[in-house]
């Protein structure tokens, strides 16, 4: 019997009763397909990280929190270690844990946020150009003693540029500055110091750079960490100083600059030379050198006296006498020499020309002249009688060789016989029958003939 609903009151109504697994499976279903997959932040709490390589743990905000659970599959690719009071931005699909009915979130990314991802940015960035070598002290310019002229680039309203001027003033004010004007914080901060780096390198206006900028916090100061940044100053053919922020602050700029200053006043220092330094150094050397020049002189009136005394004792008139006498002796005993050599010459020329005449060749020319008609006579003679017995001996094997020539036999009457059609020769009459073709070579001719009958020989 169908019991009444007691809300309807109706006895025809089937009641649906639903069990608690399957509301919270049609809840989850219901929750996974009425949302798409959401992006939240919070701070991470509870977490746990069991032997199965899941994570799980609680994203909360000041007002409400909501549990969350990682799988190992997607775990495994998270960039840093979740912690507790992390603050984290998280890709889920919202779902419904079933045996305990809690409402879940499934994550499938997780990344910091803030502070955190910056610094992991940073930090990624640094490794990579570092693996470049962009920090390497081999490629560090060395900063010029007296710079002809300092080039700035920074923002031109900032307490940093007044800091800089200040102190160049103070430490050398002879030497020029040239600003190149640039935000040091904003969307195109980064793209816009990097044309002013390359300008300011291109141009060559400058022997040293200052990039710098007042301190801030880790966002204030991230345009210096940008890879954009870094590769112009790398590229940049002027030494240039960073001075980005605080002694505590360091940024990308600061490791791959040539020199990094810890403020901007101590970068002004850096480059420029203290003017009182430069003036004491100054008089310093002038006095030296005139005292160098006093000593010099001195010394070289010295030597001028020493060099009067030795003139006066070596005149230059008794000198040229003695050497136009040697010069007549020298000339006395050169002729003599040539005249010497010249007889010598001549006498081992008269010499030779009789050796020469000596062993003249004609006569042994002579000689093998009448020796090669000799032998050319014994090989003439030798040559015909070879001729005449290769002739013998071929008129003898010529009349041997027609005496057993077949030919020959011809002559004398004979004739050679052959079966046709296939031409053997026939040396028995029994090889042949009636009827068959034979043909006779005579010495003159050929017979084609028909055998009527054979005979045996007895």
Known sequence: MVSPDPETGSKSAQRDIYSVSRLNREVRMLLEQGFARVWLEGELSNIARPSSGHVYFTLKDERAQIRAAMFRNRSQSLRFTPEEGTQALVRAKVS????????????????????????????????RL??????????????????????????PSGAAIRDVLS??????????VLVYP???????????????IRLASDRGDCDVLILTRGGGSLEDLWTFNEEVVARAVHACRIPLVSAIGHEIDFTIADFVADQRAPTPSAAAELVSPDQ??????????????????????????????????????????????????????????????????????????????GRLKRLSPVHGIAQQQLRQAALAHRIGSAVQRLLTEKQRRLALSSRALNAISPLATLERGYAIVSRLPERHILHQASKVKPGDQVEARLSEGVLLCTVEQTTESP
Not at 167 to 176: C, G, K, M, Q
Not at 338 to 352: F, G, P, R, T, Y
Request: glycine fraction near 6%.
């Open 276 to 353: 009182q330094e430069w003036l004491s150094r100054f008089n310093t050397l002038a006095s030296r050198l005139e005292n160098r020049l006093r000593q010099a002189l001195s010394l070289g009136t010295q030597q001028a006296g020493w060099l009067q005394k030795r003139l006066q004792q070596r005149h230059p008139g008794q000198y040229l006498r003695q050497q136009s006498q040697r010069l007549d002796q020298l000339e006395q005993r050169s002729c003599f020499i040539v005249n010497k050599n010249i007889s010598d010459l001549q006498a081992e020329l008269n010499e030779i020309s």
């Open 130 to 155: 570092a693996a470049e070598g962009l920090f390497t002290p081999e490629t560090k310019q060395t900063l010029p003693v007296l710079p002809q002229r300092i080039g700035v680039i920074t923002s």
């Open 167 to 176: 102190v160049l003033r103070r430490r050398f004010p002879a030497i020029p």
């Open 96 to 127: 419904l844990y079933e045996p305990r009915g809690d409402y879940q979130l499934i994550v499938e990314h997780m990344e910091e946020a803030g502070d955190g991802a910056l610094r992991r940015a940073f930090e990624e960035l640094k490794q």
């Open 182 to 196: 640039v935000p040091v914080q904003g969307a195109d901060a980064a793209a816009r110091i990097a044309d002013s």
